[in-house]
C-alpha cells in the first residue's frame, strides 16, 4: 500500500470530497481525517491511500500545492514510525506535469 500524508484541508471540505478528488488519480483504497489537528499548522489534515505506486506518484506530482478555499494543500508521501522502530518509506515515482504551476483546483 502507498499512504499519502495531506496537509492544509480546508474546514469546508471533509472524507467524501478527499475521497473523490483523490479518486482522479487511481482507485482510492481508504481515507482517513483524524480529529486531532497537524502539529506543524494546527490544520486539519488526512490520509489517502492507494495500492498503485503510479497513482499514488500522480497524486503528490498533481495535488501539492494546489490551492482549495484559499488554502494551499500539502501532498507528500506518509512515513509511519512504529512502536520502537523505524518502518521504510515506500518509494513513490515522481511525475512532472507540463504547464502546472501551483494551479487553483475547486473541484468537489
Avoid at 39 to 68: I, P, T
Wanted: hydrophobic share 35%.
Amino acid at each position: 500500500m502507498y499512504t499519502l500524508f495531506v496537509d492544509n484541508i480546508p474546514e469546508s471540505k471533509d472524507l467524501q470530497w478527499l475521497s473523490k478528488t483523490f479518486k482522479m488519480f487511481g482507485v482510492v483504497k481508504d481515507t482517513f481525517i483524524p480529529r486531532k489537528r497537524s502539529k506543524c499548522s494546527g490544520n486539519k489534515f488526512g490520509f489517502v491511500r492507494y495500492d498503485c505506486q503510479v497513482s499514488a506518484g500522480m497524486a503528490v506530482s498533481r495535488m501539492n500545492g494546489v490551492w482549495v478555499d484559499n488554502m494551499r494543500l500539502f501532498v507528500k508521501e506518509a512515513s509511519f514510525f512504529g512502536q520502537g522502530e523505524v518502518r521504510l518509506k515506500q518509494e513513490i515515482p515522481r511525475f512532472h506535469v507540463a504547464g502546472k504551476r501551483g494551479g487553483e483546483y475547486s473541484g468537489g
